[in-house]
Nanobody, 118 residues
Framework: QVQLVESGGGLMQPGGSLRLSCAAS????????MAWYRQAPGKQRELVAA???????KYADSVQGRFTISRDIAKNSVHLQMNSLKPEDTAVYYC????????????WGQGTQVTVSS
């Protein structure tokens, strides 16, 4: 059974930083892209950042320069370092795996809440 388990969400003040992690089990995603999506209340789920098996990355314009995606192939995991957080970054963040840089994967985590508020 494939599982993606996110951790690291929480409440942070504007301008602060958080680091999200996603650990995958049940399948080796080393040849696939891993990604982070987010969904804010009343909005559609959107891609935040993705990283391919070779390390190519893709970011949403809204987080470019503030967020950094990385992965540990050996540990089958992906991370999202979020700096200079803004209230508009508030959302549930989901780990995704099994797709490509331009294709959503079939596997999803349960999501972790990120709230940016003073």
């Amino acid at each position: 059974q494939v599982q993606l388990v996110e951790s690291g969400g929480g409440l942070m003040q504007p301008g602060g930083s958080l680091r999200l992690s996603c650990a995958a089990s049940g399948r080796d995603f080393s040849i696939n892209t891993m990604a982070w999506y987010r969904q804010a209340p009343g909005k559609q789920r959107e891609l935040v950042a993705a990283i391919s098996s070779s390390g190519l990355t893709k970011y949403a314009d809204s987080v470019q320069g503030r967020f950094t995606i990385s992965r540990d192939i050996a540990k089958n995991s992906v991370h999202l370092q979020m700096n200079s957080l803004k209230p508009e970054d508030t959302a549930v963040y989901y780990c995704n795996a099994g797709g490509g840089l331009f294709r959503t994967g079939a596997y999803w985590g349960q999501g972790t809440q990120v709230t940016v508020s003073s």
